[in-house]
């Protein structure tokens, strides 16, 4: 079958959201949201492309930082309204500099921080 | 630094995305959604409980179906608007039977059907 991303289920404010995870070793890096166009331009492109809530544009990801995501696969789920974006990350993930965004544990009631920015 | 589910950012449902990771695997299994009590109960119980939308109630994973999500590690990202649950999840995560929810791959412009469902 054919895929079209306008039969995605997006949310109400046109968005649908993409889990990164890292493929050789199933990291889970990052979420973020794309709409419509950002899903065509990622599968186009395979260069990994959101869109930003808070600048309210695309986002492809790495531009600036160099920290860019190659599209290995891009997988939806069964509802059709999350999808799941196989990638090779370089670098960072995180703005933080961290590899992952998923960095703090709640272990035992308490926030611990798994892993420090990379240099 | 103590945790508090009320620090998360919560969208204007009062609900946060929930991605639910194979600790040992590392597969990505599904997608859902809690509410500030939700993420208190999974926290307290070890059980994965997530805020139905459709059904406007809590929903214990596995608690009908018997695929029960046990808690291993419950991570927030860098914008606290996102969780990782890492678990060890019984049989199916998804509800068409099969291991994870995306099992649709877009490849090629197509869809293609990675899993099946369990026997």
Redesign the interface.
Known sequence: ???DPSTLTYDYNGLI?C?A?QDD????L??AWMNADAVAMT?QTKRVTYWSRSRQAFWIKGETSGHTQELI???????RD?L?AVVRQIGAA???N?RS???????S???VE?MTPQD
Chains 1, 2 share one sequence.
């Open positions: 079958m054919s895929f959201p889990i995870q070793t199933g990291e889970v990052m979420m599968l696969d891009l997988r939806l789920d069964c509802d999350c799941l995180c703005h933080t961290r965004c998923f960095y703090t544990s709640v272990t009631g308490n926030e798994l």
